[in-house]
């Protein structure tokens, strides 16, 4: 397999997407201007392979990607009558288990917006919130 595949299909975990989500949130309110990348190797360096922060920020961008190309209400369903918003732990979850689609020149990455929801409606907290 070649670099792109293996990082593609290196196992992330939903906890290691809330910390990158955690350490960029954190550096964004206090208007810390490092690149989203160099803040995520920075919490990982220490402690996993360059190859697995790779794979994680690749989920990361393409869960960005994500919720850049979608309107504001594809992220709502109608459940019983009230419109639900998908918790951010259900989108963690989902990022983590959901397949990574790279283009055919390597250049972009991303998930499929809609087995990506349906994905994320699975988990437990994918009921989401009224």
């Known amino acids: 397999m070649d670099l792109i595949t293996d990082i ?9 997407l ?3 989500v955690d350490v960029c949130s954190a550096a ?3 208007k810390d201007q490092t690149e989203t990348h160099l803040l995520i190797i920075a919490e990982f360096i220490d402690e ?6 790779s794979a994680i920020m690749f989920r990361m961008e393409a869960l960005a990607r994500l919720i850049r190309g979608e309107r504001p209400d594809s992220w709502t369903i109608e459940l019983d009558g009230k419109h ?5 732990e259900a989108v963690l979850e ?3 288990a959901a397949a990574l689609l790279v283009s055919l020149d390597q250049n972009e990455i ?16 994918g009921a989401g919130h009224a």
């Open 8 to 16: 593609v299909t290196e196992p992330v975990s939903a906890s290691e």
């Open 18 to 20: 809330r910390r990158a």
């Open 28 to 30: 964004r309110q206090a």
């Open 48 to 53: 996993l392979e360059p190859e697995h922060i």
């Open 84 to 88: 639900q918003v998908l918790a951010r």
């Open 94 to 96: 989902a990022a983590a």
């Open 110 to 125: 991303g998930f499929e917006p809609e087995s990506f929801k349906k994905l994320a409606l699975g988990f437990p907290a």
